[in-house]
């Protein structure tokens, strides 16, 4: 599309209907048929914007006045939400951003995978805040004090956010000390548009279960950090029985460097799901939100439909959560997973809970998948609980050569979700049903299990 044929111009402001809303939270209308994205405007709503970027086949526009408001409009209970990129949706009554999410869901299936079919309301939380067992923090500096925050949408600029709403009291205090102490400490932040500075970020990881907590300073340097901000640390903070220091050199855009250093305490600390016990190091992935992860894995339980008998691929296994909650109810688990560091948990994790019927394997999935499929491998049920970009193309025809009686499919991308279902149904499978589970209330994101059974010929 020519710019001239595009029906809206820059800094000028329109009048939009917001009919529905993005996988980032915000608000979409169309004007004269060209879409146009909103930050903070709410479906239902009319609402006078000003278009600030103007691209092909979209706009993006800043919400200048409100026509007609929506009645699930909420007051953000947070100062910083406007400015804040940690969650989106705020303005909206917790029911209503559920059932945003689950048309989200539908919309992609319809729209991407060509799919009709029934899509379960989206399970919720009772209480939709204070669920985050990680937070990874960016390290700022504001009249000589450094704070830890979240970046603008958009931008590299750092807002602080004391006494955050998605974490608890017990994390938001520790962040509030350890501003202080680096303060004290004469700490110099690094800066990502210039490369200065040696503190990036912080990480912090609090266990459900135990209550034990652990922090990962990131640093340009291996000596970026003077010892004297530890001093008192563990005195005033006994949960804290792990402390770590990560260096990330230069100016790669990844949060985590490939060093670790333990500064004082243990080198993991315990969680749970359910009755599993799992010891979790400071690169090891381990979902966010403890409470949903047991509604989501119970999920993943009852749509395999495990008696015992079956074997189980277990596709993008990670620390072995999934594989392990399964091994109970099934014969054999092979957990297939290219992190080899991963594993190396998993396995941990599995001598840690006493099971033997997981087998795991460190290599790339994609390709043990198609080895798998060549030589006759064939699970009964395959979990897959991939990255946001979905199963490649090749995956998915090993798997349907494979040809698992059920496939439960863990998604974090309704848009990928939909392409690969939409596939998966035209190589003889159909879906069964799709549960959404919200992981990350106040956020644009929602996680779907679904499951698919082979077409009986």
Known sequence: MRVKDRPVAATKIYEVNITGLSHTGEGVGKIKGFTVFVPGAIPGETVLARITEVRSNYARATLEEIVTRSAHRATPVCPVFWKCGGCQLQHIEYLRQLELKRELVVQALRRIGHLECEVLPVMGMDNPWHYRNKGQFHAGKNDGRVFFGFFKPGSYEAVPVRDCLLFSPAVNNLLGYLEQSLTESGV???????????????????????????????????????????????????????????????????????????????????????????????????????????????????????????????????????????????????????????VADAQKNARGNGIKNVRFIAQRVEDWVTNAALDHERPDVAVVDPPRQGLNRGFLQALVTMSPARLVYVSCNPATLARDLGHLANQGYTINAVQPVDMFPQTGHVECVTLMSRVKK
């Open 188 to 342: 110099e932040v690094y800066h990502p548009q210039t490369g200065d500075g040696r503190l990036r970020n912080l990480v912090i990881r609090e266990s459900s279960a135990t209550g034990e907590m652990m922090a990962v300073f990131v640093t340009t340097h291996e000596k970026s950090l003077n010892s004297h901000f530890l001093q008192g640390l563990g005195e005033a903070f006994p949960q804290l029985t792990s402390v770590y220091q990560n260096i990330n050199p230069g100016r790669s855009p990844l949060a985590l460097g490939p060093k670790f250093r333990l500064l004082a305490g243990k080198p993991e600390i315990t969680d749970k799901i359910e009755h599993l016990s799992f010891e979790i190091s400071p690169g090891s992935f381990f979902q966010v939100n403890h409470v949903q992860t047991e509604v989501l894995y119970r999920i993943v339980s009852e749509f395999a439909e495990l008696n015992g008998t079956e074997t189980v691929l277990d596709a993008y296994s990670g620390v072995g959560t999934i594989a392990l909650f399964l091994a109970e109810r099934a014969k054999k688990v092979i957990a297939v997973e290219e992190n080899e560091k991963a």
